[in-house]
T-cell receptor, first 111, second 116 residues
Framework: GEDVEQSLFLSVREGDSSVINCTYT??????LYWYKQEPGAGLQLLTY?????DMKQDQRLTVLLNKKDKHLSLRIADTQTGDSAIYFC???????????FGAGTRLTVKP | DAGVIQSPRHEVTEMGQEVTLRCKPI?????LFWYRQTMMRGLELLIY????????DSGMPEDRFSAKMPNASFSTLKIQPSEPRDSAVYFC??????????????FGPGTRLTVL
């Protein structure tokens, strides 16, 4: 099955850029997602990218996909204290259509 | 739709007691997932159902855990007997592959379980 790996913690200063990284094992992955979890709440879809794309930008968010290295990243420009949350990488396994989540990266933004 | 509904939101119990967590998925969704989240291990998939049938329960920690989905609008996750190491936030999520962002999962607010 698919393995999705993320580091558990990231700390940045307000105004800096945050880069959250994710690696996966299944080369047949078709869709890749980033979910955000606010404190005390469930996960919500933040953005996604198709596997035939290298990059997707949405306001302060930039998703980069390196299929060769099976590496996905989420960049948040001008990080704000309100961006403090847990960010989950998720990958759709192209073989069985199952979605696998990483363990989540807890982003802490310091003023 | 009200989204995925979970109950209770908080549960405090003593070791050895039976705990039942409940979930109502979004109407029309045919997939239902149970996850567990802890600080040390992050988010873990426990089991998921398709059209009320369990498809993959390889994430269920041990025989003390069981999950059922008697109909399309209700699922339970039961822990019997509960242990302190079961303390976590348990999430239910549902999805429908035919609508919206492909395979997007919609999460409930979670049940915070504390076993003393």
């Amino acid at each position: 099955g698919e393995d999705v790996e993320q580091s558990l913690f990231l700390s940045v200063r307000e105004g800096d850029s945050s880069v959250i990284n994710c690696t996966y094992t299944d080369s047949s992955s078709t869709y890749l997602y980033w979910y955000k979890q606010e404190p005390g709440a469930g996960l919500q879809l933040l953005t996604y990218i198709f596997s035939n794309m290298d990059m997707k930008q949405d306001q302060r968010l930039t998703v980069l996909l390196n299929k060769k290295d099976k590496h996905l990243s989420l960049r948040i420009a001008d990080t704000q204290t309100g961006d403090s949350a847990i960010y989950f990488c998720a990958v759709l396994d192209g073989n069985n259509n199952d979605m696998r989540f990483g363990a989540g990266t807890r982003l802490t933004v310091k003023p | 739709d009200a989204g995925v509904i979970q109950s209770p939101r908080h549960e405090v119990t003593e070791m050895g007691q039976e705990v039942t967590l409940r979930c109502k998925p979004i109407s029309g969704h045919d997939y239902l997932f149970w996850y567990r989240q802890t600080m040390m291990r992050g988010l873990e998939l426990l089991i998921y159902f398709n059209n009320n049938v369990p498809i993959d329960d390889s994430g269920m920690p041990e025989d003390r855990f069981s999950a059922k989905m008697p109909n399309a609008s209700f699922s339970t996750l039961k822990i019997q007997p509960s242990e302190p190491r079961d303390s976590a936030v348990y999430f239910c999520a549902s999805s429908s592959r035919g609508t919206g962002v492909y395979n997007e999962q919609f999460f409930g607010p979670g049940t915070r379980l504390t076993v003393l």
